[in-house]
């Protein structure tokens, strides 16, 4: 577990060589490039290929489809209180995303034109669930309920099984109670592969969204322009802000439990007011890890990607925070301090506030989707909402009134930019 002080000369450097490491390195890039470029050129063969290799499932292409047979069973096999678990979180997550629906609009500009939007949802949309040893099903709820209010026609599913070809019920389950009937039993790059460029047995999607490992979101990277993607929402992070009034075992808790996820790509962050705070809260992990049942894999991510950074002031962490934009940020301060950092902070993917708020209930039931962006992707790029789901359309009309009072504005704009042909166009409709 690696101290910064943010008062060093060599600290800015440090931390940018720290944040660094989250992003993905050139074997993992070239990795991802080589089975992209095989699924692109020999389609299912290339999936069932990876499928075995990565998930030890051996898979026919008829077999990646996961049939509504094996949907309905998962819910009958999902004890009651994980089924009534999905339901209330889905409630929470459908209730927040409704009030981001945008709404077609018009009006007039300054020519006494129409001009306004339309929104359309995205055709056909492709979602990444990860699976596998940690089987994420909060990010089914995360994505399909958005590309539901917005209306997508088709939402197809992706996310890897074990090597019995099983996908973990709770996922199944959460995506019958979606009313969701296109899913892959497949994962990984290879997936993302026929996401973007489509197979015989899997239709191209126009959209891929959802988070993922280190190479799931550098194939998501690499596809963008032969279909969109969402953001690149990568192995977790999370920055907790503490000063005296944290209760430090709150917070060894919640940089326990990201750490968790156990890839070993994860960042965790704590910023703190004194050295004390940080030496109790590492003192506090050790006892924590004891109790979790993914300790080592735990272990691995505070021994590799824990970074403890100690302030003077709040003003301080603000600029930590913003430099880094972490995915999850968490503010266990004083009130005044609180309101000063949310104010000033304008980086993060989300922020809970106050001692009762960890980032799980984030994660799985508050209301905002957890695909949120990451490896500092936040500088220009934010959580998924509706509208990701969602095609903006400028609408305009002129009439002649209209087109008499703008054809001086063109005239001027064709003339700078050398396109008679432009100004023509409008006087034209002038005379």
């Known amino acids: 577990m690696r101290t910064l002080l943010q008062a060093s000369k060599t600290f800015a450097d440090e931390l940018a060589a720290f944040c660094r490491g989250a992003v993905a390195p050139k074997e993992i890039a070239d990795s991802v490039a080589a089975i992209l470029a095989d699924v692109r050129h020999r389609g299912d063969e290339a999936v069932t290929y990876y499928a075995a290799k990565f998930d030890g499932a051996k898979l026919r292409a008829r077999d990646f489809r996961v049939s509504a047979n094996d949907l309905a069973a998962a819910v009958k096999r999902l004890p009651a209180r994980e089924m009534a678990a999905l339901v209330a979180a889905k409630e929470n997550v459908v209730s927040y995303n409704e009030r981001n629906l945008p709404k077609p609009w018009s009006g007039k500009n300054k020519h006494g034109a129409t001009v306004g939007e339309k929104f359309d949802p995205i055709r056909r949309v492709g979602l990444y669930v990860p699976g596998g040893e940690v089987p994420l099903v909060s990010t089914v709820l ?6 539901k209010i917005a209306g997508c026609p088709e939402i197809a599913v992706f996310t890897p099984s074990n090597a019995d070809g099983k996908v973990a019920d709770g996922i199944l389950a959460a995506l019958s109670v979606l009313d969701v009937t296109e899913v892959y039993r497949v994962g990984g790059v290879h997936a993302v592969g026929a996401m973007a460029f489509g197979t015989t047995t899997i239709p191209a999607v126009d959209k891929v969204y959802g988070p993922g490992n280190a190479y799931v979101c550098e194939a998501k990277r690499q596809v963008f322009g032969t279909v969109g993607v969402d953001s690149l929402p990568g192995p977790s992070e999370v920055m907790i802000i503490a000063d005296e009034t944290a209760n430090l075992s709150f917070v060894a808790a919640d940089l326990v439990a990201q750490a968790e996820h156990g890839s070993g790509r994860e960042k965790i962050y704590l910023v703190a007011t004194s050295a004390d705070i940080i030496s109790a809260v590492q003192s506090e992990i050790r006892t924590q890890l004891q109790l979790i049942s993914r300790s080592e894999k735990a272990q691995r991510v505070l021994e590799h990607g824990f970074l403890a950074i100690q302030v003077k002031t709040l003003a301080q962490a603000v600029d930590v925070a913003n430099y880094v934009a972490p995915e999850h940020l968490e503010l266990m301060v004083e009130s005044a301090g609180e309101k000063q950092l949310v ?25 905002p989707s957890h695909v949120l962006p990451t490896a500092r992707a936040g500088r220009f790029s934010s959580g998924l909402r509706v509208d990701d789901f969602l095609r903006r359309t400028s609408l305009i009309r002129y009439d002649r009134a209209s087109v008499k009072k703008a054809e001086a504005t063109v005239a001027a704009f064709a003339a700078m930019e050398k396109l008679d042909a432009h100004g023509r166009s409008v006087r034209i409709r002038t005379l």
């Open 343 to 367: 104010a000033a902070i304008t980086t993060a993917g989300a922020i809970m506030l106050g001692n009762h708020t960890p980032t799980a209930l984030g994660d799985f039931t508050a209301g």
């Open 142 to 147: 995360m994505t399909v309920t958005l590309a």
